[in-house]
DNA sequence: ATTTTGTCTTTGACGACTCAAAGAGATTAT
DNA sequence: ATAATCTCTTTGAGTCGTCAAAGACAAAAT
């Protein structure tokens, strides 16, 4: 069995994986992990010699089959637990990831399995982030419509949430844009880099970027 | 904060603390974690320059206030954790033991205080054994009455299982010697070291070192 | 009073994870 | 083409938790 640290390293990997040619430099685990470059180069020697990558020295990572397996089991027990932390246990959705971060790694099969049956099998997290099934070998991505360009004075619904730092968080709270929100883009200025949105019963303004992180989805 | 290790170190003292002279040999902490001697010199010595505990070199082991502190803590996650996952997970109360002793490091103390209030406050786990307030810092002990020493003819109710094993969590199952069930002693033999009981509906035979691990109460 | 036995401690070593600092490779700028 | 910069790897070291094996102590047996 692996570590925590050892899926808290896959889970990294995995999520960074986009596309085909999935790999991941270790500069950037470095920055998500919170630990030195030595410390990824170690570790991604040992986990590559256990099988679960495959790593080009001064390229990157490349997570293999069996090491892809094992981080979306680990994803999946993260998202299932935020979920049922928000749907069970009512926590605020802006504290749960943290809490995610460590029970994931303590929670058997057979209780997941139990929280799932219990959420009656949901397909995404409390921010909307897609749930991997059982045996699902793929890491669905977003699809790319954003507050930022999608088309204007039309009727949306957010879809997800791709930035899950608590600040972000705070603000998605403040203004309402959840997953399942209603939001329209009033107005959306290149220039200024501002993006004004009508929600339900309020609007609220934005920048370029962080309207980047609200996928939406048309209604 | 302690590591996952520690927490159990605390914790097997804790619940090896009986009376007033509360030390505990080394050698039976080797026994209960499942580690050699050595390793239990050690780690001793370490938590006990933590502060967590007071060391007698060949004697034993004394939790200190702040060590004591700790463990009831553990202990409290634990139950809690236990009455959670069998009274909102619909576990089976034989496997509980098991994902508690991993998710009791895991919880947060905002996680522990939603499973508790949606629990109701309980005052005891699955098991019978009494679940720690929030502040208190003792460990009630059993009152020594149990199927190997109660009056025979009179109705009990079975209080608390002081034995977790698997097997003999089964034989309880199997018999409904669990508790909350009625059980009066039809004959207690101590030449054969046989009990016989009367349940609701059934009846159970069991020797006298198994009649000892079931604590009971008169109603 | 010795010896034996059982328990505990010490010592040396190892795997997992980490860092700081120095070194090597590759990319970009001049 | 050379230098500067950026990124990654290597090296040496430290902490934590563990073991095996050897040593010390104390209680019990002779
Ligand atoms: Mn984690
Ligand atoms: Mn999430
Ligand atoms: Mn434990
Ligand atoms: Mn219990």
């Known amino acids: 069995m692996p570590t925590s640290t050892v899926e808290n390293y896959l889970k990294a990997i995995l999520v960074r994986s986009t596309g085909d040619e999935a790999v991941v430099a270790t500069g950037a685990l470095a920055e998500a992990l919170g630990v030195t470059p030595g410390t990824i180069t170690t570790m991604v020697k040992s986990m590559a010699s256990r099988g679960l990558l495959e790593h080009q020295p001064r390229e990157g990572v490349r997570l293999t089959p069996e090491g892809r397996t094992l981080a979306m089991a680990v994803v999946r027990k993260h998202r299932l637990v935020e979920t049922f932390l928000v749907q069970v246990l ?3 959705w802006k504290e749960v990831h943290e809490e995610a971060e460590a029970l994931e790694h303590a929670i058997s099969d057979r209780v ?42 039309k009727p949306f619904r957010v879809e997800r949430i791709l930035d899950q730092s608590p600040v972000f968080l705070e603000f998605i709270q403040r203004t309402g844009l959840k997953p399942g929100a209603r939001v329209r883009v009033r107005d959306r200025d290149p220039a200024s880099g501002v993006v004004r949105c009508d929600l339900k019963d309020s609007e609220a303004t934005l920048g370029l970027p962080e309207a980047a992180k609200i996928e939406v989805k048309a209604v």
Not at 120 to 135: E, M, Q
Not at 136 to 152: D, F, N
């Open 90 to 92: 009512h926590m605020d």
């Open 112 to 153: 997941l399995l139990r929280i799932d049956a219990i959420l009656g099998y949901p397909v995404a997290d409390p921010h909307g982030d897609p749930i991997p099934s059982r045996k699902s070998h793929l890491l669905e991505r977003g699809k790319g419509v954003t507050l930022a360009t999608c088309e204007a004075l």
